[in-house]
């Protein structure tokens, strides 16, 4: 039987599981993932359960290649599990249809990229607000200019990602993340083309948003100060969770 590893409130009182105040965000169950190859199928994820709790901030360690960006792009919906479920909010990603699916990666999730993915042809403004112009919101702006205050990045609106620091840009890229005010916040390697210092500015925002907005943040890094600020680490293994350790 494999091993259940819970990372919530519900996953520590089980008996709350069933209540829908318990319900983790985040939840996959008995995850296996298989890439198909010229060679022999790969199994990048093998068995994994994992409960991911509002407003947790979860750190995903290991060596390049264990799975981190696999289970992220399952955990945002962007792929899917081979066996198993991955649940958003109550939801399983595999039974939705696209126009569901488009919804809830809009919606639920924000990511966050190491390369920032900022379009250069935007300013600071255009790049926070093109997530709600698609989805064809209303206030846009205004939205957009919260979401700078947040990342401490107000008065800087009109630049172009050109005219910006590191440290700058991937802030915008968090504020973009946060424009449909998510409930899962995904980041892959945030701080890997950052310097230490600025890094360690970028994670405790992070760790802030999460507290404050109760986003529940899982971020993949092989940074040990980003290991030391989260409240759970997970230490994947060959695709399999090999050790979780709270704080
Ligand atoms: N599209 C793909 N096709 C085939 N194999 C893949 C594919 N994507 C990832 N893999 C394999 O799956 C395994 C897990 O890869 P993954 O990218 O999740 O690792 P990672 O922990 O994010 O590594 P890193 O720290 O280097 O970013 C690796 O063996 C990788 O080669
Ligand atoms: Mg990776």
Request: proline share 5%; with cysteine.
């Given at each position: 039987m494999n091993a259940w590893y819970g990372l919530g409130r519900s996953a520590t009182r089980p008996?709350?599981?069933?209540s829908p105040y318990f319900m983790p965000i985040l939840s996959l169950q008995n995850v296996t993932k298989d890439y198909s190859t010229d060679a022999a199928p790969v199994r990048?994820?093998?068995?994994v359960s994992l409960d991911v709790a509002a407003g947790e901030f979860v750190a995903l360690v290991g060596r390049?290649?264990?799975?981190k960006s696999t289970l992220l792009n399952l955990a945002g919906a962007m792929d899917f599990p081979t066996s198993g479920s991955v649940l958003l909010d109550g939801v399983?990603?595999?039974?939705?249809?696209d126009a569901e699916l488009t919804k809830l990666r809009r919606e639920k999730v924000g990511f966050i990229f190491q390369s920032f993915?900022?379009?250069?042809?935007?300013?600071v403004f255009g790049n926070v607000e093109l997530p709600l112009m698609l989805a064809g919101k209303p206030n846009a702006r205004e939205a957009a200019g919260e979401r700078l205050t947040w990342v401490e990045l107000?008065?800087?609106?009109?630049?172009?990602?050109?005219?910006?620091?590191g440290g700058q840009m991937q802030r915008v890229g968090i504020a973009r993340a946060l424009i449909h005010a998510p409930k899962l916040l995904l980041a892959d390697?945030?701080?890997?083309?950052?310097?230490t210092t600025t890094g360690n500015l970028i994670l405790e925002l992070l760790r802030r948003l999460a507290r404050e907005r109760n986003t529940a943040t899982v971020m993949a890094t092989h940074s040990a100060e980003a290991a030391a600020l989260a409240d759970v680490v997970v230490r994947l293994r060959d695709g399999k969770i090999q050790d979780v350790v709270r704080r």
């Open positions: 008996n709350d599981s069933l990048a994820l093998d068995g390049s290649g264990c799975g399983a990603t595999s039974s939705l249809k993915q900022l379009l250069n042809t935007l300013t107000e008065g800087l609106g009109d630049r172009y990602p050109h005219q910006l620091s390697e945030p701080t890997g083309n950052l310097d």
